[in-house]
């Protein structure tokens, strides 16, 4: 399985990202990845948390964002 930022892989980002309503706001995707429970919680929100402020508009968006934070 391939891993991205901080050894997290996509896919486990994206499970976090599981019901989220666009658009959606940095501090809404913070809020909905504390809600989110399993083994890379913490490593998520450590990721996101580096996102930019502004406004999402799909998960490929937020994922593209992601893509960048090295």
């Known amino acids: 399985m391939a891993k991205g930022?901080?050894?997290i892989g996509?896919?486990?980002i994206m499970k976090h990202l599981k019901g989220?309503?666009?658009p959606?706001?940095?501090?809404?995707?913070i809020e909905l990845v504390k809600r989110g429970?399993?083994?890379d919680t913490e490593n998520?929100?450590?990721?996101?948390?580096?996102l930019p402020e502004k406004d999402y508009i799909s998960v490929a968006d937020i994922m593209?964002?992601?893509g960048k934070i090295e």
Do not use: L, S, Y
């Open 37 to 39: 429970i399993g083994p």
């Open 5 to 7: 930022v901080g050894g």
């Open 20 to 22: 989220v309503h666009f």
């Open 24 to 29: 959606v706001n940095k501090d809404g995707i």
């Open 44 to 50: 998520v929100m450590t990721i996101v948390q580096q």
């Open 64 to 66: 593209k964002e992601i």
């Open 10 to 12: 996509p896919a486990n």
